[in-house]
C-alpha cells in the first residue's frame, strides 16, 4: 500500500513541477514576443506575434493537460474520504480540461477579433474553466486540511494551490493574464514539491485505492 501511494504521489508531483515548468515558459514566450510588435489590439492573439501565439497556447495546453493527469493521480495518494474532496478535485479536473481545450481552440481564433463568437466562446470557456478550479481547489483544499493528525505545510498545499489559481479571475480581465499564470502555476510547483517530498507514512483517515 506504501509502494502503491508512494507511486502515485511521483507520478502527481512529476506532472505538476513539468506543467508548471510549462506554463512559465509560455508565459516568458509570450512576453517576448509581444515586445515590440505591432499586432492590432482587437486581435485575440494581440500582443502576440502568430508564432509566438501558437508556441505559448500549444505549450499552454500541454501544460494543462499534464495538471488533469497530476490531479487524477493526486486522488489516489491516501486523501481523506470526503464530499468535499471527491466533488472538490472532479470540479478542478473538469476546469483544468477546460482550460486545455481553450487553449487549443485559441490557435483556431488567434486571427479572429476579440469580440468575434468563436473568440468570444473561448475566452468564456477560459473563466468558466478558471471558477471550477479555484473553487474545486479551495473546497478540497479546506478539507484535506481539517484531516491531518500531525499538519504540516503539505497539507495545506492543495488550500494553496486554489488560493494561488484566483488571481487568473482577476488578471485576466486586465491583460495582465500572464502574471496570474505564473501565479497558478507556482502554486501547482508548491503542490508538486509536496508530493515528491511527502513522507511515506500516512498521516490522514483516508480512502484506499483500488
Not at 515558459?25 to 492590432?40: F, I, Q
Not at 500549444?58 to 495538471?67: G, P, S
Amino acid at each position: 500500500m506504501t509502494n502503491s501511494l508512494s507511486t502515485y504521489r511521483r507520478r502527481a508531483g512529476v506532472a505538476f513541477l513539468a506543467g508548471a515548468a510549462l506554463n512559465v515558459s509560455g508565459c516568458v514566450v509570450a512576453v517576448v514576443t509581444s515586445a515590440n510588435s505591432h499586432v492590432p489590439s482587437d486581435l485575440a492573439r494581440a500582443p502576440m506575434t502568430h508564432n509566438g501565439a501558437v508556441a505559448v497556447y500549444v505549450l499552454a495546453t500541454v501544460a494543462e493537460v499534464l495538471f488533469v493527469g497530476g490531479l487524477v493521480a493526486l486522488r489516489r495518494t491516501g486523501l481523506p474520504s470526503s464530499r468535499a474532496v471527491t466533488i472538490g478535485l472532479g470540479a478542478a479536473v473538469l476546469g483544468t480540461a477546460l482550460i486545455a481545450v481553450c487553449n487549443a481552440a485559441s490557435i483556431t481564433v488567434e486571427d479572429q477579433l476579440n469580440n468575434s463568437t468563436a473568440a468570444s466562446w473561448v475566452w468564456s470557456g477560459f473563466g468558466v474553466g478558471s471558477i471550477l478550479v479555484a473553487a474545486g481547489m479551495i473546497a478540497a483544499g479546506l478539507s484535506i486540511s481539517r484531516r491531518p493528525v500531525a499538519p504540516t505545510w503539505r497539507d495545506h498545499a492543495v488550500l494553496i494551490t486554489g488560493l494561488l489559481s484566483l488571481p487568473l479571475l482577476v488578471l485576466a480581465p486586465a491583460n495582465i493574464v500572464w502574471v496570474g499564470i505564473v501565479i497558478y502555476a507556482l502554486g501547482y510547483a508548491g503542490l508538486g514539491v509536496a508530493q515528491l517530498t511527502s513522507p511515506a507514512g500516512q498521516r490522514h483517515i483516508v480512502t484506499q485505492p483500488a
